[in-house]
């Protein structure tokens, strides 16, 4: 069994930051991409950024150049830092791994998620 727990979200003012963290446990073997995804009231899931196990970062354009993702491989977890937010950052936020678990092909997982407020 797997499982990806976030943390760090809340209520910031916007211009603020916020940094998210998310853990993976139980038996992986390999991970592979993380990322992270969000998802406004009445809105798409979409993606915010994503890193590799090697290779370069992906982020969408509206995060380019106040987010940045990172990953910490020896002990499994995915960071999100999250800079002069604004109002339109507000939503729940995602992780999201493609993990090979002992004995299984890997699959794609998801945290439970984490709500980011940005007032204005």
């Known amino acids: 069994q797997v499982q990806l727990v976030e943390s760090g979200g809340g209520l910031v003012q916007a211009g603020g930051s916020l940094r998210l963290s998310c853990a993976a446990s139980?038996?992986?073997?390999?991970?592979?991409?993380m990322g992270w995804y969000r998802q406004a009231p009445g809105k798409q899931r979409d993606l915010v950024a994503t890193i590799p196990s090697t290779g370069r970062t992906v982020y969408a354009d509206s995060v380019k150049g106040r987010f940045t993702i990172s990953r910490d491989n020896a002990k499994n977890m995915v960071y999100l830092q999250m800079d002069s937010l604004k109002p339109e950052d507000t939503a729940v936020y995602y992780c999201?791994?493609?993990?090979?678990?002992?004995?299984?092909?890997?699959?794609?997982?998801w945290g439970q998620g984490t709500q980011v407020t940005v007032s204005s």
């Open positions: 139980g038996s992986v073997f390999r991970i592979n991409a």
């Open positions: 999201n791994a493609d993990i090979r678990a002992w004995g299984r092909s890997p699959q794609d997982y």
